[in-house]
């Protein structure tokens, strides 16, 4: 009888050891689930409600959420708990935590398209929130989960990895011109590769430009000078000047097309 109470007593104790444990994985996998992994730093944020996984940018001195698509100063996004934080002992509601580096949940929307796993983020319009990167610009990260709600305008957190920079997004297909001589200025700003694209795809461009022009002028100068001298050949000479002009305008058209190849391939 003492052996049958003294093993209820020890399998009531290892239960309640296994039920202690299992509040205590369940209370760590919920913590986990909100902190970001990486380093994040205390500052001074100016702005209305700004809550974790908003899109921060630094203008004049001064870090709040972005509104502006593809902006170039933004520099992390905050954070409510970090593996690792620096934080400042003077405390204030303007004081949050900014994460420049690492994994972390983000604030986006799909106003310009669903996000895809490893698609690029970048900020948008909408106050603080990110969007998908559809074109190269300046980016915030990379996603590192799906999104796609059933109104594009939701707004939600995705894990996504965080590191701000310039990103070559080959969708040339979708970029009018305005978006294309964008591109082309932040060119310095891609690595190596994709500047050498888009400066060898200018070169080409400028080169038959000049060729078709010069040729198309010094013809028609010629031209122009025999008709002049031999009024009767004036027929012979126009369907000259026209071929000529024709000539002229394909080796444009050839070089418009290669640079084309040459972004786009």
């Given at each position: 009888?003492?052996?049958?109470?003294?093993?209820?007593?020890?399998?009531?104790?290892?239960?309640?050891?296994?039920?202690?444990?299992?509040?205590l994985i369940?209370?760590?996998?919920?913590?986990?689930?909100?902190m970001?992994y990486g380093t994040?730093?205390?500052?001074e944020?100016?702005?209305?409600?700004?809550?974790?996984g908003?899109?921060?940018?630094?203008k004049?001195?001064?870090?709040l959420?972005?509104?502006?698509?593809f902006?170039?100063?933004i520099?992390g996004v905050?954070?409510?708990k970090?593996s690792?934080?620096?934080?400042n002992l003077?405390?204030s509601?303007?004081i949050?935590?900014?994460m420049e580096?690492?994994?972390a949940?983000?604030l986006?929307?799909?106003t310009?398209?669903?996000?895809k796993?490893?698609?690029?983020?970048t900020?948008?319009?909408?106050?603080?929130?990110?969007?998908?990167?559809?074109?190269?610009g300046f980016?915030?990260?990379?996603?590192?989960?799906?999104?796609?709600?059933?109104?594009?305008?939701?707004?939600g957190?995705?894990w996504a990895?965080?590191?701000?920079?310039t990103?070559y997004?080959?969708?040339?297909?979708?970029?009018?011109?305005?978006?294309?001589l964008?591109?082309g200025?932040l060119?310095?700003l891609?690595?190596?590769?994709?500047?050498?694209?888009?400066i060898?795809?200018?070169?080409i461009?400028?080169a038959?430009f000049?060729?078709?022009?010069?040729?198309f002028?010094?013809?028609?100068?010629?031209?122009?000078?025999?008709?002049?001298?031999?009024?009767?050949?004036s027929?012979?000479?126009k369907?000259?000047?026209?071929?000529?002009?024709?000539?002229?305008?394909?080796?444009?058209?050839?070089?418009?097309?290669?640079?084309?190849?040459?972004l786009?391939?």
């Amino acid at each position: 009888m003492v052996y049958t109470q003294s093993m209820r007593v020890g399998v009531g104790f290892y239960l309640v050891l296994i039920l202690i444990f299992m509040v205590l994985i369940t209370s760590t996998a919920s913590v986990h689930a909100e902190m970001a992994y990486g380093t994040s730093r205390s500052v001074e944020m100016v702005g209305q409600d700004i809550t974790p996984g908003m899109i921060i940018a630094y203008k004049d001195d001064t870090f709040l959420p972005s509104k502006e698509p593809f902006d170039t100063d933004i520099v992390g996004v905050v954070v409510e708990k970090s593996s690792l934080s620096l934080i400042n002992l003077v405390t204030s509601p303007e004081i949050k935590l900014l994460m420049e580096s690492g994994d972390a949940q983000v604030l986006v929307s799909a106003t310009n398209g669903p996000i895809k796993k490893g698609d690029y983020l970048t900020s948008s319009k909408i106050y603080g929130v990110g969007q998908k990167a559809d074109v190269s610009g300046f980016t915030i990260g990379k996603a590192l989960e799906d999104y796609n709600p059933t109104n594009p305008g939701a707004k939600g957190l995705i894990w996504a990895f965080i590191q701000p920079k310039t990103a070559y997004i080959n969708n040339s297909m979708r970029m009018n011109l305005l978006e294309s001589l964008r591109t082309g200025a932040l060119s310095p700003l891609l690595n190596p590769v994709e500047s050498l694209r888009y400066i060898l795809a200018a070169l080409i461009t400028g080169a038959t430009f000049v060729i078709g022009f010069s040729t198309f002028g010094r013809s028609s100068g010629r031209s122009i000078e025999a008709l002049g001298r031999n009024p009767l050949a004036s027929h012979t000479i126009k369907v000259a000047m026209v071929f000529n002009f024709i000539l002229a305008f394909g080796i444009m058209l050839v070089g418009l097309a290669l640079a084309y190849l040459i972004l786009v391939l």
